[in-house]
């Protein structure tokens, strides 16, 4: 037993001696055997894979199904660059800016990360960050990259089919270092300026949501409106294939799953689940029946873009508040992101493009405050919580201004700093593609096109549609029954 002891004593001085070698304190890599749970690393691997799911290719179909068929490769190919760019900066320094240090006993800054994480350097295989104890510190990064791969790739749906590709990988790979990192770490970590007011952000209404929506505005002002675009005339632009974006919904919308109850895999978790399909399925007929109102029909392209909305007016709030709120949350943020939608043609007059402003910007801050009128105690088990539907304006207000307060900063911070970037590169290498290139994206860039071409005339694929009395369609004639969206469905937004 003695010999036992002195083994023991003897590989703790070892370990203490390499961890100071490495700069990293004991405290600092906590040992797997007294924290981290193997139920909770299984999920959060697995809510892991759902949420990069999301981006590839939840995302990437919702967008393609939105676009001209001249252009889907073009935009593709910028979603998945994004995603192994940011994934690059993630591992160099984008982490550590992020939600370092670890460990909570070193302190930490209000605004941006230390640089005890660069280069994921002391990041230990059995180690875990204090915001995420019962799991390895690696898997709790990897999760927290998939938040930092789709916020960028959001803001493409405001300037699709006109950004240079080079110009985009400048300003996102910019954009990440400046806002995001400063926005995750003063949200998500315990030492970040909005985390000590008490501003709450489930799984990222202001991180992700308002601070893309609000740069995807500001990317469409300084890039300007695509050719052929009037708030009046979108005919030029119309989407090629629904199908597509319902499939991409369908991906997002399972998708979210793994983000909610990821973000809380405990108690929280199946009221966090329950509260996101309650509120998106509320969103999604919302939105239908504003869009009957408005436009006197219903759309399957409006349905997507409700159930999205209601999904992004959850993400802030999911984890505080009861069905009730999700309900209510549902309901008005259908209706204010259709609205939302609207404003490109009517106020605005600025061509965003898949209304990355429109839904995610204002969905966004739609749920912050959401939270400020519904989180209650009985879901986050704090009381100083309770929002004005639940604990009256004179306690639950002060919960409503913190979330107003969050609101505002990721908004200003990211219009700010993103019209700044945006400027600089405009004036250095430029932003916009050519005008011959705008014509057909997908062919100029990638010498790629989705069409299946043939030696017929343009207007075979009419005539195979609606043939002529006098046309005979044979196997050699027929055209892929990727129909022309003009002829078969309006774009309600």
């Known amino acids: 037993m003695p010999e036992n002891v002195t083994l023991i004593s003897l590989q703790l001085q070892i370990d203490r001696i390499i961890s100071q070698v490495n700069g990293v304190s004991l405290s600092e890599s906590v040992s797997s055997d007294s924290s981290i749970d193997s139920g909770d690393t299984a999920w959060m691997l697995a809510s892991t894979a759902f949420a990069l799911f999301m981006t590839l290719p939840g995302l990437i179909l919702y967008y393609a199904g939105m676009l001209s068929e001249k252009g889907v ?3 593709t190919f910028i979603i998945l660059s994004i995603c192994c ?45 204090q ?12 999760y927290q990259l998939t938040y930092a791969i789709i916020t960028p790739a959001l803001i493409v749906g405001s300037f699709a089919d006109r950004m240079k590709y080079e110009s985009m990988l400048l300003f996102t790979s910019i954009w990440h270092i ?5 926005l995750a770490h003063s949200m998500w970590h315990p030492a970040g300026i ?52 319902v499939v991409g919904m369908s991906i997002l919308w399972t998708g979210w799953f793994g983000i909610k109850i990821a973000a809380d895999g405990h108690g929280r978790a199946s009221s966090a689940l329950l509260a996101t399909q309650i509120a998106a399925a509320m969103a999604s007929l919302s939105w239908l029946a504003t869009e009957t109102i408005f436009r006197k029909k219903t759309s399957v392209l409006g349905m997507c873009g409700g159930a999205i909305a209601g999904l992004v007016c959850i993400t802030p ?36 493009a898949l209304d990355s402003f429109g839904v995610h910007a204002i969905g966004g801050a739609i749920g912050g405050i959401g939270v400020g009128f519904f989180s209650t105690d009985k879901v986050t088990g704090n009381k100083l919580s309770n929002g004005v539907y639940y604990a009256g304006l004179q306690v639950g207000g002060l919960q409503l201004a913190k979330q107003i307060a969050g609101i505002l900063f990721a908004a200003v911070w990211s219009g700010i700093v993103s019209f700044i970037i945006l400027k600089a590169v405009d004036l250095t290498i430029g932003l916009r593609v050519t ?8 062919q100029s860039k990638h010498g790629e096109t989705i069409i299946l071409r043939s030696d017929f005339e343009t207007n075979t694929r009419r005539s195979f549609i609606m043939p002529h009395a006098s046309s005979k369609v044979t196997p050699s004639n027929e055209m892929p029954m990727n129909i022309d969206s003009e002829e078969m469905v309006e774009n309600p937004v």
């Open 73 to 75: 490769l073009y935009n």
């Open 85 to 129: 760019l940011i994934t690059v900066e993630w591992f160099m320094f984008g982490y550590s800016l992020s939600f370092a240090p670890a460990s909570a006993s070193r302190p930490g800054l209000p605004f941006y990360g230390d640089g005890s994480r660069l280069w994921l350097l002391g990041m230990e295989v059995d180690g875990v960050h």
């Open 131 to 142: 915001s995420a104890p019962t799991i390895p510190e690696s898997v709790y990064c990897a």
């Open 178 to 182: 400046i806002v995001y990192c400063p």
């Open 194 to 245: 909005l985390f000590s007011l008490g501003a709450l952000d489930f799984a990222g209404g202001n991180v992700v949501h308002v601070s893309a929506g609000v740069a995807g505005l500001m990317s469409a002002v300084v890039i300007g409106n695509r050719k052929g675009w009037s708030p009046k005339d979108d005919s030029a632009h119309k989407p090629h294939n629904i199908l597509l974006t």
């Open 317 to 352: 709030a999911a984890g505080y508040v009861d069905m009730t709120g999700a309900f209510f949350i549902g309901l008005f943020g259908g209706v204010l992101c259709y609205f939302g939608a609207q404003l490109k043609n009517y106020v605005l007059k600025i061509d965003d």
């Open 435 to 442: 005008a011959t290139e705008e014509n057909d994206l997908d």
